[in-house]
């Protein structure tokens, strides 16, 4: 059976599911990090998914959540940026672990191009 790639806005229900993603494709830095600098970027992260800002791009394969990457039209929308006029930016490109070798971080970088 073949796998069905869907890239896709993320739709306001599906936050918590791309933010647990994220996090999750994250912990193999756990690890390498002080516990106060792993709270902060886990916060810096609930943060830039929670923010009105930017648009949120799926990569779902057969009904679930395997990738997502936050996409700025307008770089100067992210919080401390200092992003020249007409630049555009991502951030949180994450594919789950079991996910990964599939080719879903390029696609969703095609998508943000």
Known sequence: MTSSIKIRDATTDELGVVEELVMEACKEFRPLLPED???????SIHETISSEHGTIIVAEINGN?????????????IKFSTASKGWSSIRILSVRPNGREKGLGELLIKECI
Do not use: H, P, S, T
Request: aromatic share 20%.
């Open 65 to 77: 959540i395997e990738g997502a990457v936050q996409f700025y039209a307008d770089a100067r929308k």
């Open 37 to 43: 600098l792993w709270n902060d970027w886990m916060e």
